[in-house]
């Protein structure tokens, strides 16, 4: 059965009414980076169902194997609108990229976790203290799962230098456990499920849960001033992905074959999808990146989360 808190679609602000119908006629183009994430898989969702058509949007959707690389690609302009943790859109903000967070992808609950830390089948771990001298996979450095296993190993008195941390792609991490290349990763969905499913791993900490136990974990940027200048465009992709939430939530069966499509395999259960972003869930990731050093600029969540 699917636990319908999962599908959160934002309210208030988002503009435009999930019932009533548009028109398809006019459309402009927009380029939209993802990564292989569960998370975002409204937005797939949205451009298969046509909800993007719907609300004046012809979305080019392109696959980004690192997350930390979309707003490069953005501010050269191959990338209209870009997925993003946290952690990556702040640090891009900090190091002078003028990005505006426009919506919220997913929310990591203690209740419904998605995110885990994920050992080979052969590490004998039994507690934190297990991880010393060994190697983690974290798909990108001051990346969210990196940060948060980060704060997660001192918050149990583990001192993340007596850990190697190595960068590698989500795909990648199933061959990199057997191959015994990585004695553990940090992990989402779909890619989550293949690891446990071939027992290449097993899921050794729900990290995340235990540093906070509701919070955004991944969301949508734009440029400021494409956004400004596009409001058009801004309403109606906030439209269209909580047209697609409500979707999912609805056709579980028919979203995880749209979800099959893309990334090869469905998982199985959907992370915590929300639209709606607010200052306050940008603010606990202010808040860690200050404990770790990371940015150099006041960091300012009530101007960087548009309305």
Same mark, same amino acid.
């Given at each position: ?7 959160? =679609? ?37 451009? !298969? ?13 392109? *696959? ?55 050992? *080979? ?67 989402? !969905?779909?890619? *989550? ?16 849960? !235990? ?26 992709? *906030?439209?269209?992905?909580? !047209? ?32 709606? =972003? ?30």
């Amino acid at each position: 059965m699917i636990d319908r808190r999962r599908f959160v =679609a934002g309210a208030g602000g988002f503009a435009a009414a999930l019932t009533s119908p548009a028109a398809f006629a006019q459309t402009t183009k927009v380029s939209i980076g993802y990564p292989t994430s569960s998370d975002f898989l409204p937005a797939l969702v949205a451009k !298969e169902r046509g909800f993007f058509e719907k609300h004046g949007i012809d979305a080019a959707m392109t *696959r980004v194997p690192l997350i930390n690389n979309i707003p490069a690609a953005m501010m050269s302009g191959d990338l209209d609108i870009g997925a993003a943790t946290p952690p990556t859109f702040l640090q891009a903000v900090d190091g002078g990229l003028d990005l505006v967070l426009v919506a919220s992808a997913a929310r990591h609950r203690k209740s419904l976790p998605s995110k885990s830390l994920v050992a *080979r089948k052969d590490f004998k771990y039994e507690k934190p203290e297990d991880l010393k001298g060994k190697k983690i996979g974290v798909a990108g450095f001051k990346s969210s799962m990196d940060i948060l296993l980060r704060r997660w190993l001192k918050i149990k008195g583990v001192d993340p230098k007596d850990i190697t941390f190595i960068e590698a792609q989500f795909p990648q991490m199933p061959d990199l456990l057997r191959a015994g290349t990585l004695d553990a990763v940090t992990v989402t !969905e779909p890619v *989550r499920s293949i690891i446990v499913g071939s027992g290449a791993g097993v899921i050794v900490a729900e990290y995340f849960a !235990e540093v906070s136990p509701d919070f955004m974990v991944t969301n949508w940027m734009m440029k400021a001033d494409y956004a400004r200048d596009n409001p058009k465009i801004l309403a109606g992709f *906030r439209a269209a992905l909580e !047209e697609a939430i409500v979707w999912i939530g609805a056709n579980a069966d028919a979203a995880r074959e749209i979800e099959k499509k893309n990334f090869n395999v469905a998982a199985p259960d959907f992370p915590t999808l929300v639209a709606a =972003a607010k200052p306050e869930d940008l603010q606990l990731w202010i808040d860690i990146g200050k404990e770790q050093g990371l940015y150099r600029t006041a960091l300012d969540a009530s101007k960087l989360v548009l309305k």
